[in-house]
């Protein structure tokens, strides 16, 4: 942004959407939608997934960093043809 007044009208938007936030951290709850799945890359270690997240049938962990997509891309159409 090498606007100021750019910068400045976003600052107070998300300074205005944070204050209506609820205080203390929340986990949402998954959507409880047919074919909704979570695919998480148990070797991230800039990311954790939620505990709430771990048990659910929604949820495929794969002993991948959370590039897996593109750097095996075998085991991702594997995956997302087991989904269809």
């Known amino acids: 942004m090498t606007s100021p007044r750019i910068a400045a009208a976003n600052a107070d938007m998300l300074h205005t959407l944070y204050r209506k936030l609820p205080a203390g951290p929340r986990t949402p709850a998954l959507p409880a939608l047919p074919g909704t799945t979570v695919v998480w890359g148990t070797k991230d270690r800039a990311h954790t997934l939620p505990e709430a997240y771990r ?14 997509p593109v750097s095996h891309p075998a085991v991702t159409a594997k995956l997302l043809a087991g989904q269809a």
């Open 55 to 68: 048990d659910q049938a929604n949820t495929r962990l794969v002993p991948f960093g959370h590039q897996f």
